[in-house]
């Protein structure tokens, strides 16, 4: 397995390119089950990830090749069998994001039931539900979700009583190919599912009401293949403008969505960054300076990102004064912290709640990841702590960011890749 070794105290500066959104592509690639045309996709992002999509997709018998530029070609003209295989399906739990296409086109699913993950047992009741009211024969059973329409899928009317993205994913792709219309109620809207919807428009869904709370869909007899643009990934974009400032830096991103970091670019302005953007990027220089603490309180979009809130956390431990910050999604998303305290940092945690006192500076020690966003944290903590610090299991880093090292290399920072 491989480790990161960090000496920290370098301010970074530079201009990095934001990547394709994982939590777009992810879905985008699931959607493309839904008609036997190719489909084309451009900034996917190479991250283990996306790579188990594509081992999926392809285990199905969808024909997926990538291209030198980012660019995946997918086509899934006549699969070979439906089923999603827990040794995938316990890699990445998006793999669910088949079960909507698939019953939809095929009128059968076999999906191995998601387990929980380190930030909470990640329940997929609603995924299930949403699908029952389209009149779907749904049973868990040895591990597996099955799900039976063999007369198809039915428009319906559903209201999800707790906003979730990945169950909002699952009921749009099954309601486009449904007999009659789906409303659907308290959906998210996170930008990647903005995204998602505009490429299911692409191919000829009929969706209205997107950006509200609110979708109604017309089912339509089938699906073109379509060319689709995956949207910049704003958790990675926010991820690197936060180790900016916790390291006084001064960074650009260019190719970057800057309406869609929402709050987080007022919770970045409240560090006492100055930040400027334009069309298609993104600037925050922090002149040098400690950041102020930033409150956080995380919450479905448009509310503070929950997968921004671990990295703010870091940026909070070397930050001038106390914050609190707190984990409204997810049951058991402040991990990451208790690893920060071997490094010194100051940090009380109560339930869904870190308090933080900043401290002028973090020392370096080994520290493990333990999921995708508790790594990056973990990351920035190495780049503001004085000596070495070796974050042990990266590869929950290497799911969602492309070559974090070689990027944070070109801003300036002192990290190398090691192979144990
Ligand atoms: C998506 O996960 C993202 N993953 C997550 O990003 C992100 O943190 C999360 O949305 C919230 O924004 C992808 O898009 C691949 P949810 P998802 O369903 O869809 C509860 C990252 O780091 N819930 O919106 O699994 C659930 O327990 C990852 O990139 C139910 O109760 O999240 C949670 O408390 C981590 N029943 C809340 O909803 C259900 O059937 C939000 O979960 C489904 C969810």
Redesign the pocket.
Known sequence: MDSLIIRGGNRLGGTLTASGS??AA?PIMAATLLTPESCTLHRVPILRDTDTMVTLLSSLGAEVSRRDDKAMALQSSALHQLKAPYELVKTM??SILVLGPLLARYGRAEVSFPGGCA?????????IRVLEAMGAVVEVAEGYIIADAPTGLSGAEFTFD??????TENAVMAAVLATGTTVLRNV?Q?P?IIDLLGFLQQMGAKIEGVGTDTLTIEGVASLSGASYHVMPDR?EVGTYLVAAAATGGRVRIEGVAPAALGVVRDALQQTGAVLSEGADWICLDMEGRRPQAVDIVTAPFPGF???MQAQFIALNTIAEGRSTVIET??ENRLMQAHEMKRMGAEIDIDGDTARITGRPALQGAPVMASD??ASASLVIAGLVASGETRIDRIYHIDR?YENIEGNLQCLGADIRRISA
């Open positions: 994982k939590n992810l739990r998006a930030i909470g047992s990640r329940p997929v009741d609603l995924h707790t906003v979730t993205v990945g169950g998210a996170e990647e958790i990102p929950t997968d999604v997810f995708l966003r969602g």
